[in-house]
């Protein structure tokens, strides 16, 4: 199966599906914070179940190491603090909908590779390598954050209902993604990169974004300092780890350092 790209002219697929596409698994909606309107092919809650099946098979791979480890503590910890504060979020805007039927899972992997994923459901995976470089909880904070910011705002569900229905045709999907078909799994796992890369999801430019500003209002909303997002956007710049497999997907330059600056004052808030 070959690659699958998420271009800016999904944007433009997103907005023509909306419009013209009549089929019950379709469906619009706005991202909380940005209010950009998306598109998603699969409902919510057969992501969570497919992504239930494939965190527990990604374990069972790579065992997590136990809870009395200090770093699994740490995560843990910063993680059920983001959690709290995205529930409280989408309650306070009338949107705990949207994260209905999640059932958080916060992880550590021994894996030297710079990463850390976020599934639909608030399923959760950090790799040691990550720790070293992000330093203090408020810069694992960083990173949770943005990857929570990912599910909450369903972008892997976008980006995989564009290949489901260049796979299946809107005729076809939603017989292949109830029961769950071999090739929607596939397809799955393609999305989130647990079929070569492991959790490496190449997200657009626009979804990059995006997630950078829910991560933001989400760290903070935790009780952590936003401004550390620009520290340590600023230091894998200053590494120049564009190597590294969290920056391989990840704009890292200049400009997103400046619209984190920007968007600070409103994460502030």
Request: glycine share 6%; with cysteine.
């Amino acid at each position: 199966m070959s690659k699958i790209k998420f271009s800016p002219a999904g944007i433009f697929v997103s907005f023509f599906l909306c419009a013209v596409l009549a089929a019950t698994v379709i469906s619009c909606s706005r991202v909380p914070i940005t209010n950009r309107k998306q598109v998603v092919a699969v409902s919510e809650s057969e992501m969570i179940a497919m992504s239930v099946k494939q965190y527990a098979q990604f374990l069972a791979k790579h065992p997590p190491l136990p809870n009395s480890d200090s770093r699994v503590v740490m995560v843990k910890s910063v993680g059920g603090k983001i959690q709290m504060a995205v529930e409280q979020f989408m309650k306070e805007k009338k949107l705990s909908k949207r994260i209905a039927g999640y059932k958080w899972e916060f992880n550590v992997v021994d894996d030297k590779t710079v990463n850390a994923w976020c599934m639909p459901g608030g399923k959760v995976v950090v790799y040691t390598g990550l720790l070293p470089v992000t330093q203090t909880e408020a810069g694992l904070a960083v990173v949770m954050g943005h990857e929570i910011a990912h599910a909450v705002a369903r972008h892997g569900n976008e980006r995989m209902s564009q290949a489901m229905i260049a796979e299946f045709g809107k005729a076809a999907l939603a017989t292949a993604v109830a029961y769950q078909s071999q090739a929607a799994q596939e397809i799955f796992m393609q999305s989130y990169g647990l079929g070569s890369t492991l959790g490496l999801l190449k997200y657009s430019r626009t979804h990059e974004s995006e997630a950078d500003k829910l991560g933001l209002v989400f760290m903070a909303l935790a009780g952590y300092n936003p401004e550390e997002a620009v520290a340590f956007w600023q230091r894998m710049a200053k590494d120049g780890s564009n190597t590294l497999q969290i920056l391989s997907t990840h704009p890292n330059d200049q400009t997103r350092i400046e619209d984190l600056k920007k968007f600070l004052p409103q994460a502030k808030k």
